[in-house]
């Protein structure tokens, strides 16, 4: 039987310098900044065997969500269009609202789950997020489940 592969989710400040610089590389590859992997290895200040030992194992949160249901939670202030223009954010990112449920507001606010389908978004997920929790009468938002 093969050994099967454990994922954890790390805060980008709590990672060692190399990973960061990994996933870089690999952004700019992607983005077509750079034409090789030798040419971002260099860019970002590592070796091209340090990048190819690591670029399997580096994958920003993102990539890794994009393609998949995403369950959000808000906690919104009991007003009137909060839900609205978070919907908003939604349909404007590209991404499929699936499920919505709000319970009934208690202390003057309501607490909500969206899940999403983030196969067609336009933007990342971190945009989306950010958002969403600048939005006028959002009191918390983030990713409850994906």
Known sequence: MGKK???YLVAADALPEIFLKVAEAKRMLHAGEVSTAGEAARQVGISRSAFYKYRDSVQPFNDMKTGRIITFYALL????????NVLSIFAGSGA???TINQSIPTNGC???TIS????DMRESLEELIASAAETAGVVKFEILAG
């Open 96 to 98: 499929n609202i699936l």
């Open 110 to 112: 309501a607490a909500v």
């Open 116 to 119: 999403a389908e983030t196969s």
């Open 77 to 84: 202030k009991d007003n009137p269009g909060v839900l609205s």
């Open 5 to 7: 592969t454990k994922f």
